[in-house]
């Protein structure tokens, strides 16, 4: 449909139509996706104050804008979402497993440790991989990989559990962040000895969030002081109820230390697993699950531990992992040993990846290596421009100063934080002080005491501002969130130095004063014609010289015909020249023109930054 002009641009409009664009699409992604000319949507936008090039990714509030203008409704889709439609495009269905109820098989839980710190993590998780040496009579588990399977005998039968050996609950976030769920179960560990503490109750909401089942294993019962009771008590209070209380979940009393009752956990893990959870995957289709650890093994090159979740993963499968992919060479497990094939629940080290993916990452068997290949490029090209788009769309004082030689920016914004109010007072007017004239504009929005939190970090992403520190540091997750959205937040001990850097970002956002210096004239003697390059001017240098990198200007019977232009080509007979000095001869081109007559004088100038005041 045609629709009104804007700006005296023709371009389609939507009746609302629904366009669904990446985080970072491009103009010419939108364009793709409605059908015009990406050209157009750079006029568009041009039009509307905004000047983008049709291939630069542009964030979400530029999008929106456009849609608006134009008539479309565009949606911003999740990463997560974005994978999905990507592998579907590849008639892929990530995370379901293929056939019906009949191809089920059931497969071990998956199970993370998490608690207090020094409450014993890393010794329970010792703990663990050593009972199962007595069970296996090869070696025990060498090879941190991070995880490994055990197996423990439950009812006369023998049943494994992954454990994921990375304790902590960053790594059991930052893959739920990124929509993957390795973990069945939760072994929230608790020092008898030290009660519930902080980060059990983090670890327990975490758990929570993640609608995770919860095995609780009360440590360190070795210790005269320990009090097993008290804990379930304390975790009672947080509605986690012990099953001899009547409740449904399961305490252990372990010790981690003294080799206490591992068995007894094991066992409540897979019982949990059986009374709560249906654990099942069809280990017949090409294996799907999520990347747990990688690096770049020197000998090996990219080496990732993955934990298979259905389907069965084998040497010589095409896979991709993120933005990587390859051919499997070898699978190794947590003992060193090599395997040719890994089903459900099982983590393996993988070599043969082209790069390393991160953790969380999905993997995925794909029926080529070709398809792998496009696979990991299309993540790969999408996470960049993700990147990209981020970082566009945060300013820092570097950023200020680029945008001002463009002639853009016209007010820099600041957040101040200070130890004492003494100080971010005294800052504040020495800033709002400082003169650079008219063009640019220095506002405080927001000034306080304390360290940086969070919410003044949210303040500067919304306005784009700069946040400056005066002997105070970010408080909490405020440092890690400025740093993932590219806040700009610079600390000061000294007023003066604060001074001074916001002092030199005003003066760079204020356009440079250029002013034009002559390096010299030639005339044109002659003018030979090719076919290939056009007419070319046989010079004469009368003053000074002539520079091929230089600006040129023609004149013609005291006129300038061509200004402010450049030399296509300068020769000295047959050779390139940089520069032809006064009492030479050469041969030039000049950019663009062709139209040039014996006698015109070619002036060649510079344009020299006048510095300020
Ligand atoms: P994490 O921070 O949760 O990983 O805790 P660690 O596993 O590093 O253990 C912290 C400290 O507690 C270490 O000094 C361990 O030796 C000690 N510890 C862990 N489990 C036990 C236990 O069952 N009994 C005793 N007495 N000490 C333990």
Not at 28 to 38: Q, S
Not at 222 to 230: E, G, L, N, R, T
Request: glycine residues 8%.
């Amino acid at each position: 449909m045609q629709a009104p002009a804007v700006g005296g641009v023709r371009v389609k409009h939507g009746d609302g139509e629904v366009v669904r664009l990446a985080r970072g699409a491009s103009l010419t992604d939108f364009a793709e996706k409605v059908g015009v000319d990406p050209a157009s949507l750079v006029q568009v936008l041009f039009h509307l104050g905004e000047m983008v090039t049709a291939t630069q990714s542009v964030n979400e509030e530029t999008l929106q804008l456009l849609a608006t203008e134009l008539n479309y409704d565009v949606q911003i889709v999740s990463p997560e979402d974005e994978d999905r439609e990507l592998l579907q495009s590849f008639d892929i269905d990530f995370g379901s497993d293929e056939g019906g109820e009949d191809d089920l098989v059931k497969r071990p839980p998956v199970v993370t440790v998490m608690g207090h710190v020094d409450h014993g993590k890393t010794k329970l998780l010792d703990a663990v991989r050593e009972a199962n040496v007595v069970a296996k009579e090869a070696g025990g588990i060498t090879q941190h990989i991070g995880a490994y399977q055990v197996t423990t005998e439950v009812d006369g039968e023998q049943r494994a559990i992954t454990f994921v050996d990375t304790p902590g609950h960053e790594a059991f976030t930052a893959m739920r962040a990124r929509g993957a769920q390795a973990t069945d179960i939760v072994i929230l560990v608790v020092a008898a000895d030290d009660g519930v503490m902080p980060q059990t109750i983090e670890a327990l909401n975490h758990a929570r969030a993640a609608n995770v089942p919860i095995v609780v294993a009360v440590n360190k019962i070795d210790v005269p002081s320990a009090d097993p009771a008290k804990v379930r008590g304390q975790l009672t209070e947080y509605g986690l109820v012990p099953e001899e209380y009547g409740g449904d979940t399961m305490f252990v009393d372990v010790s981690a230390k003294s080799r206490i009752n591992i068995d007894g956990l094991l066992e409540s893990v897979v019982l949990t697993a059986d009374a709560a959870l249906d654990l099942r995957a069809n280990p017949n289709m090409p294996a799907q699950g999520i990347a747990i650890e990688a690096n770049l093994d020197k000998g090996r090159g990219p080496v990732a531990t993955v934990l298979v979740q259905r389907g069965t993963l084998r040497v010589g499968d095409s896979m991709v992992a993120g933005p990587a992919y390859g051919r499997v060479r070898a699978m190794l497990d947590e003992h060193g040993d090599p395997v040719e094939e890994a089903t459900p629940s099982r983590p393996v080290l993988v070599l043969g990846l082209t790069a390393v993916p991160g953790a969380g990452d999905k993997f995925l068997v794909v029926d080529d290596d070709r398809r792998a290949r496009q696979i990991a490029e299309k993540r790969e090209a999408r996470a960049r421009a993700a990147a990209n788009a981020k970082r566009r769309a945060r300013r820092t004082l570097e950023d200020f100063m680029a945008s001002m030689e463009k002639g853009e920016t016209q007010e820099l914004l600041l957040i101040l934080k200070g130890d004492v109010s003494g100080s971010v007072e005294a800052l504040e007017d020495a800033l709002v002080r400082i003169e650079v004239g008219d063009e640019v504009n220095l506002r405080v929005i927001d000034r306080g005491v304390g360290a940086i939190n969070e919410n003044d970090v949210n303040l500067a992403i919304a306005s784009n501002a700069v946040i400056i520190g005066f002997n105070v540091r970010p408080a909490g997750k405020a440092g890690d969130v400025a740093e993932r959205e590219g806040v700009d937040v610079r600390y000061y001990s000294v007023i003066y130095s604060a001074i001074d850097d916001i002092e030199a970002a005003l003066k760079g956002m204020l356009k440079p004063i250029y002013e034009e210096a002559t390096l010299g004239q030639a005339e044109i003697r002659e003018i030979f014609r090719s076919s290939k390059v056009g007419n070319i001017a046989g010079c004469w240098v009368t003053s000074g010289v002539i520079r091929r990198n230089a600006k040129v200007r023609l004149i013609r019977d005291g006129a300038v015909v061509v200004d402010n232009t450049e030399l296509s080509s300068l020769k000295r007979f047959k050779d390139d020249a940089s520069e032809v000095r006064e009492g030479f001869e050469c041969g030039l081109t000049v950019n663009g023109y062709n139209d040039i007559k014996i006698g015109d004088i070619v002036e060649s100038f510079e344009l020299r930054e006048k510095p300020r005041n």
